[in-house]
């Protein structure tokens, strides 16, 4: 790996945000409920090039807790949103289809937190 590479580079390349997603999912929401209520997003961030955020809708547990559940599972410390990354949001941005609207939770995400 060539040193010029930033942060943003190895995000790409090696963070698997829907990991991230399915374990705060996991975590945050009973066994037979299907709606989507948290989601991982990447925005810009000028020192580490880019970082993790979670949109999510009103759930029981605190960022601070989400983020020791997915320390507690061995995840590298660079993976985990730190609690200040965390949004509350009254929905999941999703197209007509129900897929998860990318573009949307992107711009959603940046306006947040850019």
């Known amino acids: 790996r ?16 829907i990991n ?7 975590f945050v929401q009973s066994e037979d409920e299907e709606e989507i ?4 997003a990447a925005v ?3 020192k580490k090039g880019e970082r993790l955020v979670v949109l999510h809708t009103q759930i029981d547990k ?10 507690g599972m061995g995840l ?3 993976w ?3 609690p200040d990354c965390f949004l509350e949001v009254d929905s999941i941005p999703l ?3 129900g897929k998860l609207d990318l573009k949307g939770l992107t711009e959603l995400a940046k306006q947040h937190f850019s």
């Open 20 to 26: 991230i997603e399915e374990a705060i999912q996991a």
């Open 80 to 82: 985990i949103p730190s």
């Open 62 to 71: 605190s960022p601070s807790d989400i983020c020791e559940h997915l320390s």
């Open 95 to 97: 197209l007509g289809t």
């Open 76 to 78: 590298p410390n660079i």
């Open 2 to 17: 060539s040193p010029s590479r930033g942060l943003g580079d190895v995000y790409k390349r090696q963070v698997p945000h």
């Open 44 to 46: 810009p961030d000028a």
């Open 37 to 40: 209520r948290a989601v991982v």
